[in-house]
């Protein structure tokens, strides 16, 4: 499937009735052959308004911890395991999950990056495992398959002023970017 197909595809999506209430499909963005990819759960209210995924007070988050460690947002690319917003932002339902996972499953096809960062619990306990403990195993990392992966807190959760939380990302986003460059340096 090419990328064309694949966001029409998602775009015409009712396999839940997520597809009938939206906005707008929030398929993804960035560099389609990114050595790193982001994702997230689903989108919010901004991103369903946009199109565009963590263009809200979250992503906005997100691109200072990426300016930060020096990661070019355009480099990379972001996604979320829905493509649709939940009503009033609530956790995305594992049916949900279940019909919407096949589309980012077919983006990482496509992208083939390197290293998948989750943002937030989520997503970690989705695509990392289902157990996955955010506040334990945060910036630890797992081979699966062709991927490095990790997660680490959801920038919305930094917005509730945790400054313990807001050190430990900026811990995780170092070494994200530390392993980013050795994959930069390689290639």
């Not at 499909?25 to 990819?37: P, Y």
């Not at 083939?112 to 403990?133: N, T, W």
């Not at 945060?138 to 699966?144: E, I, L, Q």
């Not at 980013?180 to 340096?185: D, E, M, N, P, S």
Request: proline share 5%; glycine share 6%; net charge positive.
């Amino acid at each position: 499937m090419t990328w064309e197909e694949l966001e029409q595809k998602c775009k015409s999506c009712t396999l839940c009735p997520l597809g009938l209430t939206k906005t707008n499909t929030v398929f993804g963005a960035g560099n389609k052959n990114a050595i790193l990819m982001f994702v997230g759960e689903a989108p919010g209210e901004s991103e369903d308004k946009m199109g565009i995924p963590f263009v809200g007070r979250a992503g906005k988050l997100l691109d200072k911890y990426l300016e930060v460690v020096e990661i070019p947002r355009e480099d990379v690319y972001i996604a979320n395991m829905l493509k649709c917003r939940p009503p009033k932002n609530r956790d995305p339902e594992e049916s949900e999950q279940d019909q919407c996972i096949g589309y980012l499953r077919e983006q990482v096809r496509l992208i083939k990056p390197k290293m998948i960062v989750c943002l937030g619990r989520i997503s970690a306990m989705r695509l990392i495992k289902p157990d996955y403990k955010i506040t334990k195993e945060h910036g630890t990392w797992v081979k699966k398959g062709e991927f490095e992966m990790s997660a680490v807190y959801h920038p919305s959760l930094l917005l509730r002023g945790n400054v313990k939380y807001k050190e430990e990302m900026l811990a995780d986003m170092k070494e994200v970017a530390r392993r980013y460059r050795q994959y930069k340096q390689s290639t």
